[in-house]
């Protein structure tokens, strides 16, 4: 089995707005996937489909060769999940909520915390002991990587994951993502609207605008695609998303 995520016309909408349509994916084992568009383009709600905590209104999902709308929750075992805001109980110190998942996904306490414990020393998270609550927006973030990278998910999915981290966390995160891949064939679907990340991490790229997938593939297809040899992910994002007219407002913007 290679095709760890499928995704066959899937369609999402929100009262009368269509957020996602028509889309198939198919990702490998191994993968690191990069899912770029401008904001509101369906990211988000695609990644929800993707990991079960959105119905699609239309078409399936496949992971692990599993289907979602059948075995949700063996999915839910083997996959992990950092939304771009992530929700904690905010009651709960950072390593009780640690405990707690490897209590309810059924983990070797001994091996969980000495991989904890290293995922700790690797982001400089020295935080577990305080109460969730009182966690900074990159704090959070950091927390649920680490509690996401502990269990050693089969299929990690990340929303915009260094939006809330430091430079030298982002850059341990790149390292650590590349290294689950080639090592442990972990497969990783990732958005960004870091151009820089897609290009330097991801070994497929798909790019979304109004619900509508509109390229796909590695960094040189697009650019074959696009006819160019030179332009940057940044140039044909731009040109594909609709960036033709930039020139154009930044003039606007010195009149
Ligand atoms: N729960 C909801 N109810 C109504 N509309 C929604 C809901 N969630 C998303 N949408 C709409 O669906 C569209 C896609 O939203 P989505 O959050 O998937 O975009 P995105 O690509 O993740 O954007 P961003 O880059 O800003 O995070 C948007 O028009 C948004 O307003
Ligand atoms: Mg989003």
């Given at each position: 089995m290679s095709e760890i995520i499928q995704a066959e016309n899937l369609k999402?909408?929100?009262?009368?707005?269509?957020?996602?349509?028509?889309?198939?994916?198919?990702?490998?084992?191994?993968?690191?996937?990069?899912?770029?568009?401008?904001?509101?383009?369906?990211?988000?709600?695609?990644?929800?489909m993707l990991t079960g905590i959105l119905m699609p209104t239309e078409g399936s999902v496949r992971i692990l060769d599993l289907d979602m709308t059948t075995d949700e929750i063996k999915i839910k075992r083997k996959i992990a999940f950092v939304p771009d805001e992530p929700k904690m109980y905010d009651n709960l110190k950072g390593w009780e909520f640690a405990n707690f998942l490897m209590?309810?996904?059924?983990?070797?306490?001994?091996?969980?915390?000495?991989?904890?414990?290293?995922?700790?020393?690797?982001?400089?998270?020295?935080?577990?002991?305080?109460?969730?609550?009182?966690?900074?927006?990159?704090?959070?973030q950091k927390l649920m990587l680490a509690v996401s990278l502990m269990r050693k998910p089969k299929v990690l999915f990340l929303d915009e994951p260094t939006v809330g981290l430091d430079a030298r966390s982002a850059k341990i995160l790149k390292l650590w993502l590349r290294k689950m891949a080639?090592?442990?064939?972990?497969?990783?679907?990732?958005?960004?609207?870091?151009?820089?990340?897609?290009?330097?991490?991801?070994?497929?790229?798909?790019?979304?605008?109004?619900?509508?997938?509109?390229?796909?593939?590695?960094?040189?297809?697009?650019?074959?695609?696009?006819?160019?040899?030179?332009?940057?992910?940044?140039?044909?994002?731009?040109?594909?998303?609709?960036?033709?007219?930039?020139?154009?407002?930044?003039?606007?913007?010195?009149?």
């Amino acid at each position: 089995m290679s095709e760890i995520i499928q995704a066959e016309n899937l369609k999402k909408v929100f009262g009368k707005k269509v957020a996602v349509e028509d889309l198939n994916l198919n990702v490998t084992s191994g993968e690191i996937y990069g899912f770029l568009g401008p904001n509101g383009a369906g990211k988000t709600t695609t990644i929800k489909m993707l990991t079960g905590i959105l119905m699609p209104t239309e078409g399936s999902v496949r992971i692990l060769d599993l289907d979602m709308t059948t075995d949700e929750i063996k999915i839910k075992r083997k996959i992990a999940f950092v939304p771009d805001e992530p929700k904690m109980y905010d009651n709960l110190k950072g390593w009780e909520f640690a405990n707690f998942l490897m209590e309810i996904y059924g983990l070797d306490k001994e091996e969980t915390v000495k991989r904890l414990d290293d995922i700790c020393k690797a982001f400089e998270i020295d935080f577990l002991e305080k109460y969730i609550s009182d966690y900074s927006h990159g704090m959070r973030q950091k927390l649920m990587l680490a509690v996401s990278l502990m269990r050693k998910p089969k299929v990690l999915f990340l929303d915009e994951p260094t939006v809330g981290l430091d430079a030298r966390s982002a850059k341990i995160l790149k390292l650590w993502l590349r290294k689950m891949a080639d090592e442990n064939e972990t497969t990783i679907f990732m958005t960004t609207h870091v151009l820089e990340i897609a290009e330097k991490m991801c070994d497929r790229i798909g790019i979304i605008k109004d619900g509508k997938l509109i390229a796909e593939g590695t960094l040189e297809e697009l650019r074959k695609k696009s006819g160019k040899t030179t332009d940057s992910l940044e140039d044909l994002f731009l040109e594909l998303t609709g960036g033709a007219e930039f020139g154009d407002i930044i003039e606007q913007l010195n009149d």
